[in-house]
């Protein structure tokens, strides 16, 4: 006989829905998948540890956001990140009972709330938490003495919390299938992939006579970014090159500029439309979660030489939209420039359009109920099993 299948709203339906996003005091790549999430989730209320709403658009300042307890501390809008060890519990004294279907933004803590028992809770992974896993090493040894000290034995606490919190969610959804691996590797968890929204729709192809001889980096000046492999390639090639971003590398950049480099901290959009569309090809050196700037030049039709590994392996169509590099090295970035050259001739700005349109919001939306109907149905059967 099979049991009858008992009342799940949650799974069946989402009549209140509750969006977990890490912190919200800038706009960035996880702040514009939250504004996607509002879109197709109209009326739904947003969680989060800090909230700065000077610092966000338009939208999501007219959003209902509800703040943990993080918020209220002292210095938090400034100083969140040295409330880490407080955000497990913070996460875990959020009500959420009277929500159907709860969405976890995550690459700061986020993931670790606790829903009601008959509630779907989704997590669509940025990436686990880097300081804890990949770049624990590095932020260690660019940390304070005293920091130094305390970190293994409150990491170290961190990470058991952040693997068995992992437990609680119902399904991942990463978005790269470099993250998804990631996220296997870390929790134990498989993840379906679903690219995150990008506008390529702003962003256009110019006349082939209006494309330039200027190469083009734009990302953070960050250490983990490489803005100094880029500008020795550039320096010792003598090619030109337009480098653009803001960070603690930035003063570095500026001053061991060759003449042929120029150096901006920002650009404005339309500045940054044209820097895409007339670059003779984008140079990107981080190993990225996903990373939308290969996307937003590839949709400006232009190639990206990219280094491959990282999310742009999901992004960069080799040998069609661009070309990978594998030594992370400023020679094997000359190498691949210079390999570039030879093959840029055969490049095609209509194709790496073409590859652009498979992150656009539309089609984000697609894979992201997609992946929720999946959940659903794998929850509902679980019932019934």
């Known amino acids: 006989m099979v049991p009858a299948v008992p009342d799940l709203p949650g799974v069946l339906s989402a009549d209140r829905v509750a969006l977990i996003h890490y912190w919200m005091v800038s706009m960035r790549g996880g702040e514009r998948v939250l504004e996607k999430l509002l879109d197709m989730h109209p009326g739904a209320d947003i969680f989060t540890h800090v909230h700065d709403p000077a610092k966000m658009s338009d939208k999501l300042r007219a959003a209902t956001v509800r703040e943990s307890f993080i918020g209220r501390l002292p210095g938090a809008k400034k100083h969140y990140q040295k409330y880490l060890p407080l955000m497990p519990m913070a996460l ?17 803590p986020a993931k670790g709330v606790i829903t009601r028992p008959d509630a779907l809770h989704v997590c669509y992974c940025h990436s686990p938490m880097r300081y804890l896993w990949d770049h624990y090493h590095d ?32 399904g991942f ?13 870390v929790w134990g968890r498989e993840a379906r992939v679903v690219h995150p929204p990008v506008a ?4 256009s192809p110019v ?27 550039f320096n010792r090639l003598g090619v030109r090159a337009l480098m653009v971003g803001d960070g603690e590398m930035y003063d570095y950049v500026r001053k061991n500029a060759g003449p042929n480099v120029e150096v901006r901290q920002r650009l404005n959009f339309s500045e940054l439309k044209q820097a895409y569309a007339t670059c003779r090809a984008l140079v990107f050196t981080p190993e990225e979660d996903f990373g939308i700037v290969p996307v937003e030049a590839n949709a400006s039709g232009r190639p990206v030489i990219a280094y491959g590994r ?17 030594e992370h090295t400023a020679d094997g970035l000359i190498d691949a420039i210079r390999r570039f ?11 790496a359009v ?17 992946a929720l109907d999946y959940f659903r149905r794998r929850e509902l059967d679980s019932w019934v099993r």
């Open 92 to 108: 875990e004294e959020l009500d959420l009972r009277e929500y159907d279907l709860v969405v976890s933004s995550e690459s700061g």
């Open 139 to 170: 932020y260690k040894a660019s940390a304070g003495r005293l920091n130094r000290l305390v970190m293994p034995i409150l990491f170290h606490r961190l990470r058991q919390w952040d693997v068995s919190s992992a437990a609680r969610v119902d």
């Open 173 to 185: 959804i990463a978005n790269s299938t470099f993250i998804a691996r990631r996220i296997r590797r």
């Open 200 to 203: 390529v729709d702003e962003y």
């Open 207 to 233: 006349p082939a006579s209006e494309v330039s001889d200027r190469y083009l980096w734009v990302s953070q000046m960050t250490p983990y970014k490489r803005a100094d492999l880029a500008l020795e390639a």
């Open 310 to 326: 990282g999310g742009a392996r999901d992004s960069v169509v080799d040998g069609k939209t661009g070309l990978f590099y594998y």
């Open 341 to 351: 050259e030879e093959w840029e001739p055969d490049f095609r700005p209509e194709d």
């Open 354 to 370: 073409a590859n652009a349109r498979r992150f656009s919001p539309e089609v984000f939306e697609t894979g992201f109920r997609a």
